[in-house]
């Protein structure tokens, strides 16, 4: 779930909870404290009305908490998007499918990538930044290295509108890790 789309879930809840609770508590309360608050809600139908609203505002928030809880930690790219059911990829599947391609340099280390599939368009776009070493040609490397994350991507995911942008930083033998 995207950040925007979690705050304004979020927004919903908060709005639904406390309307809810405000319009169950206007209906369910004794008389006189219902007359002080609003006089119109003597009729016993805009009282049980009110209370019945109430209830089913907090249950759909309710409804809406619970799939904000189960879905919180869902790190997954849609491939296919329809009517009859949709098909997920996960970030982590898509990134090792990156990390894979690219080490198969030995002379390339992947410092960053992000992977993004757009169901919409049925595209694939990877962006990544590696640091070559011992003085590798960064055109042919890149070139090559291009090739390999694209082919692997398509492999992985189906869509063969793949395109991956490297940014590829030179390196001395000196910076580089031990461990890979």
């Known amino acids: 779930?995207?950040?925007?789309?979690?705050?304004?879930?979020?927004?919903?809840?908060?709005?639904?909870?406390?309307?809810?609770?405000?319009?169950?508590?206007?209906?369910?309360?004794?008389?006189?404290?219902?007359?002080?608050?609003?006089?119109f809600l003597e009729d016993p139908n805009y009282v049980m009305a009110t209370g019945v609203f109430g209830i089913i505002l907090l249950v759909f928030a309710l409804?809406?908490?619970?799939?904000l809880l189960v879905h919180r930690n869902e790190k997954s790219e849609y491939l296919v998007e329809s009517d009859s059911g949709d098909v997920k990829i996960s970030k982590n599947s898509l990134t090792s499918c990156v990390r894979s391609s690219v080490s198969k340099f030995p002379d390339a280390e992947?410092?960053?990538?992000?992977?993004?599939?757009?169901?919409?368009?049925?595209?694939?776009?990877?962006?990544?930044?590696?640091?070559?070493?011992?003085?590798a040609s960064l055109q042919d490397i890149g070139t090559?290295?291009?090739?390999?994350?694209?082919?692997?991507?398509?492999?992985?995911?189906?869509?063969?509108?793949?395109?991956?942008?490297?940014?590829?930083?030179?390196?001395?033998?000196?910076e580089k890790r031990e461990l890979r």
């Open 110 to 135: 992947l410092t960053s990538v992000d992977v993004i599939v757009n169901s919409k368009k049925e595209s694939v776009d990877a962006n990544l930044v590696c640091n070559v070493y011992n003085g």
């Open 63 to 67: 409804i809406l908490l619970i799939d």
């Open 1 to 39: 779930m995207k950040t925007l789309k979690r705050i304004l879930w979020i927004i919903m809840i908060i709005v639904l909870i406390l309307v809810g609770g405000l319009l169950a508590a206007i209906g369910f309360a004794p008389s006189d404290v219902r007359y002080n608050i609003l006089s």
């Open 144 to 174: 090559m290295m291009k090739k390999e994350v694209e082919r692997g991507l398509i492999g992985l995911t189906g869509i063969r509108n793949v395109n991956a942008t490297i940014k590829l930083n030179n390196q001395s033998n000196t």
